[in-house]
């Protein structure tokens, strides 16, 4: 497994990082990465951008994202027209309804004081990966980024 | 290069990717393509 040759190889517990791949023998099936942050640290979605774009995934390949899908702590901001959520550092994001998620910026609201942390997908990471990089390229360094909303998790 | 080391090349810029003072903690990277056995 790649996974464990990775573990061993960086001295990381590769039980943060997951992969799956769904079942099957077609040469493009669906799979994801699920990946967390060093404990203190936070993940840089530009960076990820960067890294990748070093890899051949910037070339010929017809490997395709479906979707980046983050969890992000901060503070929620509710404002007439729109919802944000800000961290320390790192982009605002712009709070809107996710795939199968209807209604849950409204939900968010009622519950904003009590937010500790909000799941979504980053607006601009799906495609086949040379477009997808090249696109997200032109947008790099925004300080705002668009999160469509799956879930959010409250404090007691 | 085959797609296993692409997979694997994915996960490494991953885990490199990762910095200080921000606020996301975690990640799913949803993909076509994955064969990562």
Same mark, same amino acid.
């Given at each position: ?11 990381? !517990?590769? !039980? ?117 990089? @090249? ?6 360094? @925004? ?14 | ?37």
């Amino acid at each position: 497994m790649a996974a464990d040759a990775i573990a061993r190889q960086y001295d990381v !517990n590769k !039980n943060s990082v997951k992969l799956y791949c769904e079942p099957g023998k077609g040469s493009y099936r669906p799979g994801t990465i699920t990946f967390l942050a060093k404990k203190g640290a936070s993940i840089d979605l530009d960076k990820i951008r960067e890294s990748i774009t070093a890899t051949r995934l910037s070339g010929g390949t017809n490997m395709s994202v479906d979707y980046l899908e983050i969890t992000a702590t901060g503070t929620i901001q509710a404002g007439d027209k729109e919802m944000l959520l800000k961290g320390k550092d790192g982009p605002v994001f712009v709070l809107s309804d996710g795939p199968n998620a209807k209604d849950i910026v409204a939900k968010l609201r009622a519950a904003k004081d009590k937010v500790t942390s909000v799941t979504g997908q980053v607006q601009g990471w799906n495609g086949r990966f040379p477009v997808m990089l @090249q696109a997200l390229a032109k947008t790099s360094g @925004q300080e705002r980024l668009h999160l469509l909303v799956t879930g959010f998790e409250t404090r007691k | 290069m085959s797609k296993n080391a692409w997979s694997a090349a994915l996960v490494l810029t991953l885990l490199a990717a990762t910095s200080a003072d921000g606020q996301i903690t975690k990640g799913v990277l949803g993909i076509k393509g994955a064969e990562m056995s």
